[in-house]
């Protein structure tokens, strides 16, 4: 059995990690902390895990972590920062879901996060655990940064397409739409139900902190380098879901039909159990993946001219945050790859 700990068991992300933990077959749940919770049972706040866990919430101190093979942090970012390389020294291995590791370049995350980085000398070491395309790295990993959810949408939507060389770089737009759970739990004005139901806005138009994040993760897959992709996320009043629509300009449109891309897209991801390429002329849901660790993707061409439209949906509090972070967990314990993530989206 894996021993696993949560640094963060009361905000979105934790109670979604829980719900796939308590179900995991090859997973025994060793700590679940919370500062504000400490020593009230899990199941006394979350009903849904009544029968299915029987521990209390605890302080998030090292020593109680440290009896663990691998701590989760759902917490806000630069948390993780302060506790991980005392985790890493007493062999405990980490899954961070915030952004303290995701960034190369602790100059680039000290702009974009505003504070200093505590531990840069791990951020070399750091895998970025988006394992359609880091499956090796994060097999060997000990400290897995995973991804922010616009990315992952953003990124498993370009990937085929960049890979491929077919996109001028310089052309990409990606036009995102988020649930607002992707804001946390935390009480925010900007998310009560008078504020964002009934309404939808844009946010962050010039300049969000994924940016950097996604045009990093791009440039890996492309031979020039993405740095000058426009993306937009908005806030739509609904719970859970990303909805990504993806634009890029053809190098060569004549020599790739529609057929082509479609074809490139199913191969691309014939093999990856958490990413489905639907059929020509489909139009992806939010609720065909709420609850469920996939991302589906269409892609288009409008009035076959030159530019390729993708739209990519995932959950963002599934395979945008925990169902990714328990993906990363089976992969670094050599495990089966979607064991405890079988979840059928939950429709209507
Ligand atoms: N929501 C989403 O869709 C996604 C979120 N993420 C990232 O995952 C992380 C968690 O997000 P989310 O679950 O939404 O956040 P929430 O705000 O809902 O929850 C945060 C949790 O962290 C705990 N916490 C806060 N401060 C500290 C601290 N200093 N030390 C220890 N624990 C602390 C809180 O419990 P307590 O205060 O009681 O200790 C709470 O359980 C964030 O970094 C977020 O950016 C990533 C992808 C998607
Ligand atoms: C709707 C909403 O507010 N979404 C969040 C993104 C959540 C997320 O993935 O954030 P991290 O990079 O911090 O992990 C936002 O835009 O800030």
């Not at 370009?158 to 935390?186: M, N, T, W, Y």
């Not at 159990?273 to 269409?298: K, Y």
Request: aromatic content about 6%; overall charge negative; hydrophobic content about 40%.
């Amino acid at each position: 059995m894996i021993k696993a700990g949560i640094v963060g068991g009361t905000g979105y992300t934790g109670i979604e990690l829980l719900r796939l933990l308590v179900q995991h077959p090859a997973v025994q749940l060793q700590a679940i902390t919370s500062r504000s919770e400490a020593g009230k049972q899990v199941s006394e706040l979350f009903p849904n895990l009544r029968g299915h866990l029987d521990l209390p919430f605890t302080e998030p101190d090292v020593e109680t972590l440290a009896a663990c093979d691998v701590v989760f942090f759902a917490t806000p970012n630069g948390v993780a920062m302060k506790q991980v390389p005392a985790l890493l020294e007493r062999g405990v291995r980490v899954i961070d879901l915030a952004a303290d590791f995701r960034i190369r370049e602790v100059g680039v995350w000290e702009q974009w996060y505003k504070m200093q980085h505590a531990c840069p000398e791990l951020l070399g070491e750091a895998v970025y655990g988006l394992p359609e395309v880091n499956r090796d790295a994060i097999r060997q990993a000990r400290l897995v940064a995973n991804p922010g959810c616009y990315p992952t949408a953003v990124q498993l939507g370009f990937k085929p397409l960049l890979d491929a060389g077919l996109l001028q770089e310089e052309s990409l737009v990606a036009d995102c739409k988020s649930g607002a759970s992707g804001a946390g739990r935390g009480a925010n004005v900007g998310t009560l139900l008078c504020e964002a139901g009934d309404s939808f806005h844009a946010y962050g138009v010039s300049g969000h902190r994924h940016q950097p994040e996604i045009e990093q993760g791009l440039s890996m897959m492309s031979a020039g380098g993405v740095n000058q992709l426009t993306f937009v996320p908005h806030l739509l009043p609904m719970i859970r879901g990303i909805h990504a629509t993806l634009y890029g300009r053809l190098n060569n449109p004549e020599s790739h039909s529609l057929a082509d891309i479609q074809a490139l897209y199913e191969q691309a991801y014939a093999n990856e159990p958490f990413v489905d390429v639907m059929p020509e002329g489909s139009l992806p849901e939010t609720r065909s993946v709420r609850g469920a660790n996939h991302c589906r993707i269409a892609v288009y061409r409008p009035g076959n001219n030159d530019t390729v439209v993708v739209l990519s949906v995932i959950d963002n509090l599934v395979k945008g945050a925990a169902g990714q972070a328990v993906q990363n967990m089976n992969i670094m314990f050599d495990h089966p790859e979607s064991e405890g993530l079988g979840q059928v989206a939950l429709l209507p």
